[in-house]
Each structure stands twice: as C-alpha cells, then as structure tokens.
C-alpha cells in the first residue's frame, strides 16, 4: 500500500530529535541551516520552503540565483548537449523504446530538443518563464510554463518520463515522484537523476556543499527509498550501469513500496562522517588544480560555442551525430 502524501512528507522531513546540524552557512557562507536524519541519512534545508514561496522562486528568481543570468551562456548550452548526448549513447535502449517523451524541469531545452531529432513525440514542462521562453523561441520546443500538479497530463500517457536535476529542488519528494509516475504507461520508466552528495563531499572545495535551491541532499539509498516509498523499483535492465550513482531508472512496482525499509541509520552514519571529513577537509588532493582545469574547460566551450553558431544550429549537430549512432545497430 502506498503511504499518504502527509506519511511522504513525515518521511522525507523525519522524525522529531532524528536531526543533527551538519552545517548553518550555504556555498557562499550565507545562513542557511542543513541537517542530517539520522534515521535514514536524508539531508535537507531547515526549514522546508513551503509552496507559494518555492513558486515564486523559482518562476522568477532562480536562474539569476543559481547562474546569474536570466538567459543560458553559449558555453552551458554545449556543455548540457554534450552531456544528453554522451546520456543517451549509454542508455540507447531505453531511449530508443520510448516514443512518447515528458521532461519535467527542461531547463534550457536541449534533451527536449534531442528528442525531438531522434522522432519522438515530446512535451516538456519548466517553471522559469524566462528559459521556458527560450526553449519556445530558440528551439522550437512544446514547453509548458507551469508547476507540477496533478491535472497537468494524463494518467499512462507517456512511455518515459526525465526527472534530471528536479527532485532535490522539490518540497515533498516522495509525493511527487509518485504524481509524475501517475503519468507513465504500465512499462513506462521514470529517470531521475540528483546530485550525489556523497560525490560533493568528496570532490566540491571545502564549505561549497549547501544551497537553498537544492531543499534536500541524496545519496544513492535515499534516493532508491524516496522512489520506493512512491511504488517505483529500479529498472532491472538499467541497475548495473547505474549502481551506486543517484541517476536511476525507475519503473511503477505495486510491491516497490514494501520492498525496502524506510530507515537506514547505518547510511546515516555514513553520509554524516563523510559530511564532517568533508568539512574537515579530508578530501584535498588534487583539487588543487581544479580552478585551472575548469577555466580551460569553459575557454574550449566558450570557443567551440562560437564556432558552432547559435542554440538551435549546437543542437541540430550533436542530435545528427547522434541519430547516426543511434541508426548504427
């Protein structure tokens, strides 16, 4: 039996005396308070923005937030072609069965886009008017302007849905992985993917963990029983590229929920110790290169943006490329 959206919240807030304080500054050493549930390892904001304030947030605010620009940079749209393509070549099997495309958060459009080339039918939802202005007029996408609620599609109506870089951002996770899911075909697959934050502690620079935009913090068991507790189980087909990682394929189990327990403390002992060596500053070899390493890797986007011309001409080459691998076998 699925749990009630009240039990979902219950569960991603946790228990009351579950919590330890792992830091009160974000990324920028602004206030922002982050604890631990020691009962499952979920880290998350302290307080939990509620509804109006989120969607506020995020219809006007973001973006400018988070990369100080109302409009994507030439060098981030290449970059986040790059990464859908090299996405898809290793999960060519999944994408190539699916004809019917949702992708919630679109962000700037570009796995829209591609989709879109390899001849899917797509619809695509973000709630930053700026860039869902941008993905209508640059790309030519089928985007909605909106937050998620449950009338937005309709029950079975797509064969894969992508959650990339969303679910952290959402205030009750666990309720609305089940309402997308809602959305899925009977063997429809759900992907969704998240920073890890047990690769942040180990590769960020000291202090650059926590934000207000991303509410909670999974690693990869948080993550597998957030979908649990919303009847998704992992993809059998997909579990073994993706083990360990928090960039999962999902699909709808009426079991899934009883599958796995809701409480782990051992995996709350292990993401705490590693937030604390994190802040101790455990983890500094090799980063001392990796200003200079990024600033080579923004000059070479930057210059092979300009090359390859405006938004729509970057995609249309990387979706050709890929249409020729994907046509390969």
Known sequence: MLITDEMALQWALGGEGTHEVVSETDRRGRALRTVICMDTGLVRNDPVPDDE????????????????????????????????????????????????????????GEFAFVMTRLGKTVK??????PYAAFCRNELGLDVLTAHLAPDLFSPGQFDLIRLNHVLEHLNNPVKYIAQIACW?????????????????????????????????????????????????AESSETAKRSVDTTC?????????????????????????????????????????????????????ET?????????????????????????SE
């Open 184 to 232: 899925l075909n009977p063997s429809g697959v759900l992907y969704v993917e998240t920073p890890n934050i047990e690769t942040d502690c180990r590769e960020k620079s000291r202090g650059n963990m926590f934000h207000y935009a991303h509410i909670f913090n999974f690693n990869p068991w948080t993550l597998r029983a957030c979908a649990g507790l919303a009847g998704l």
């Open 53 to 108: 304030e989120l969607a506020r947030f995020y219809a006007e605010d973001y973006r400018i937030a988070y990369k100080s620009a109302a409009k994507p940079r030439r060098r981030q749209i290449l970059r986040n072609f790059r990464r859908v393509a090299s996405h898809v070549r290793t999960f060519r099997d999944v994408y190539g069965a699916a004809t019917r495309v949702l992708d919630v958060g679109a962000g700037s």
């Open 248 to 300: 999962v394929f999902f699909r709808r189990e009426t079991t899934a929920a009883q599958s796995e327990s809701a409480e782990n403390p051992e995996n709350a002992r292990h993401v705490h110790e590693l937030i604390r060596a994190h802040y101790d500053g455990a983890f500094k070899q090799g980063k001392a290169a990796k200003p200079f390493k990024k600033l080579a890797t923004r000059i070479e």
């Open 303 to 327: 210059l092979t943006g300009l090359v390859m011309g405006p938004p729509r001409a970057i995609g249309e080459r990387v979706a050709r490329g890929l249409l020729q691998f994907m046509e």
């Open 124 to 129: 695509a939802v973000e709630p930053n008017t």
